[in-house]
């Protein structure tokens, strides 16, 4: 994409409504823009993230088993009746009669209609297990939206819910989410640190809030080290994980119970994205979803539901990623690998040089930002650090006479300087 | 996806409620099911198809150099009132206050929104011109919802907006996005015909609507058989498509003026599925969308704006594509590209074949559903042909004595007999 065309509005100034950095970096590098209280539109820079971040929600979720459909954003009351949490949800949810005036809703979550879907469809034990999940929008009316994109109205969330046959098998779906949520975080290049979360009635200790770890964190946690060995180590070790400490500030207790002694535990500040829950026969007595058995006996499906944050990530990662100068972009989530620098566009020999190299790398499959503007380097390098992309390539006059471009790591600003073929082989690929 | 596993609960029964053909068979091939009138949940099977036909139009798009962005689906009533748009749009609009009782509603278009967008990220002529599209959501609370997917409350379009300095650009753009629908429709295997439509106060014939053919279509169209011959010769000739006649037969006039001698005039019936207009500076004006022109003046944007049904071209395929047994999808937006039956599950050399087949074609990249239920060969067809899958490859126990499966072909009923290895290699590549 040619910068000179890209409707990529940045911002010199800092905005004064953005209290944190994700949500000041977000406005100021063109990637959204508020249209009300708590309810963006995401420009194409930010699209392109927001894409990518989905794609691999939805490439773990499938590698899990689970599937994919859609439900609508707007549900009817009806449903939400029969679990008896219509009242109960209070003014969160967004609510609304249609022209026939009946009651709906903007789906705040999605138990109610995934239990219908499931009771109107499936009919036998054959049929399960069954992991389905969708990524669609959804609606929470805050009191005080805020934060950007980290606490808007509307957000776009993954929820997966699962349907066995007993908690055996809802045990083992419960887990293959578990799995697949440490290896989508990890993907995006994010430590996610499971805690346990509040423990209903039932279901007890499978629930489970996720926390990246990011200095900006809006909670504090508290962790047993081992994690950061783990992590490094790069594998799942469900049942190690399962055995170590982890708790927000909300819930620790200092020299609680399986709280480790002092120098096995780490204090940081950490971001929730993500939340899973076992909760058994809640929705399916509640909404009469029964399946037949085995022995021919009807069955109430036992369920859980697991949701990611989408929209949210892309704060996440930015609070996780960034510096004075802007942003840095984990490579798998970035909205260009590279950003190709033309210091003085209208020079033949840049020009040619910058122009072949756009082609080069577009060939190649690789996502190029090239900033073609007439305009100051100055302006160049500071947009460029701001929009964060991992590789900046840098071809200016001087450089090219000896035959050689800049190749910058946004990361690491590491720069070397190298021949152009020297400086795509090492992009390509 | 093995068959046994997918979330696809197909019909024997053809439900009441579905009045057209579309409706019956999304309804009864499991692909959506409604949750409250004019909304559906996609379940997985429809959801692979609408992704599949959002990705053909997103790519055309891209192609076109529009840029891909995503307004929210929630907004305020502001904008609405700056257009003056706001007391004019009726009951169609969904309208609620949210919980500070600001009015807010439900996207029935976005050419506020997207208008807002521009005025406050868009400074000068340089920027321009700018196409900008998103794919998203909407809601229009028709009074009878009906025909499923055709005409649904809650639906899936695609819509572009341009902005350019002047009426030959705005043309320009125009002209762009009427090629990339032409190139749009045909990549899904319809034969779209853009019909003159209403001529608005400001841009006169520069709006035309997209009808595609299919024996079942809601509206009545003339149009001159010379369409046949370029539709024919795959070539989009944009001045030879202007010359001739089309029109609903709400504009028709029979022997009126244009119209071509009867040996000329097809009568066909059509299905709306795109609708494209310029319409100046109505929107610019009334929300004072200004760029500074090339001698420092400010000039208002030229607009256009250029709309795809998505959720509803899924039924219009369907539409022009199946037969009293079921769909019969054109390729590029089928579900899955092959079904693979197996005759007799449990018997050795069946599932043995059948493991391999599925294996060898997921290996090459190619779609399989693979009916490996336990269920007579009956069953097995009917699902199949209803579903409608391109290709289907049918492997039983007395074939494979003789070292045959079968391959058909479900859009001609074509069959023939033929090695593994032969009809792996047909379907590959």
Known sequence: MRRSAFFLPTLKETPSEAQIASHRLMLRAGMVRQSAAGIYSWLPLGFKVLRKIEQIVREEQDAAGAQELLMPTIQSADIWRESERYDAYGKEMLRFKDRHDREMLYGPTNEELITQLFRDNVRSYRDLPKILYHIQWKFRDEVRPRFGVMRGREFLMKDSYSFDMDFEGAKRSYEAMFTAYLKTFKRMGLTAIPMQADSGAIGGNLTHEFHVLAETGESGVFYDIAYDDLAAKGEIDLAALNDLYAATDEKHVPGGPNVPP????????????????????????????????????????EMGSYGIGVSRLVGAIIEAYHDDRGIKWPESVAPFKVGLINLKAGDALCDKTCDDIYAKLGAAGVEVLYDDRDDRAGVKFADMDLIGLPWQLIAGPKGLAQGVVELKNRATDEKVELSVDSALARLVG
């Not at 204090?267 to 909404?287: L, P, Q």
């Open 262 to 301: 002092p120098e096995r535990l780490r204090e940081a500040r950490g971001i929730e994205v993500g939340h899973i829950f076992y909760f058994g026969t809640k929705y399916s007595k509640a909404m009469n979803a029964m399946v037949q058995g085995k022995d021919g006996e009807p069955v109430f499906a």
